[in-house]
């Protein structure tokens, strides 16, 4: 199983960035995915999830300036994140699940955000 994540880099505090992350080597429809942060000293959180029929689950700090999407035909998950803050600085993950019992993390993407 691979998950390829994309899309990170600097931008300046209002800017927009998309993150993407391909799998490969799982039944992708049926599987959740999700994007994590970790910023330096923190532990690693949670940002927003989309599972195998498409239902959205964001934590409070991106609620309305971040939107997760899957392109299932692609197996791929995107993060599009507007309005960005500083505090949104971080190695953004992608990771995946299924039914509990089976999990994969893909290696980060640097989202820098400059004030």
């Known amino acids: 199983v691979q998950l390829q994540a994309s899309g990170g880099g600097l931008v300046q505090a209002g800017g927009s960035l998309r993150l993407s992350c391909a799998a490969s080597?799982?039944?992708?429809?049926?599987?959740?995915m999700a994007w994590f942060r970790q910023a330096p000293g923190n532990q690693r959180e949670f940002v927003a999830a989309i599972n195998e029929y498409g239902r959205t689950n964001y934590t409070d700090a991106v609620q309305g300036r971040f939107t997760i999407s899957r392109d299932n035909a692609k197996s791929t998950v995107d993060l599009q994140m507007n309005s960005l803050k500083p505090e949104d600085t971080a190695v953004y993950y992608c990771?995946?699940?299924?039914?509990?019992?089976?999990?994969?993390w893909g290696r980060g993407t640097q989202v820098t955000v400059s004030s």
């Open positions: 990771y995946t699940q299924y039914r509990g019992t089976h999990f994969y």
């Open positions: 080597g799982i039944n992708f429809n049926i599987w959740s």
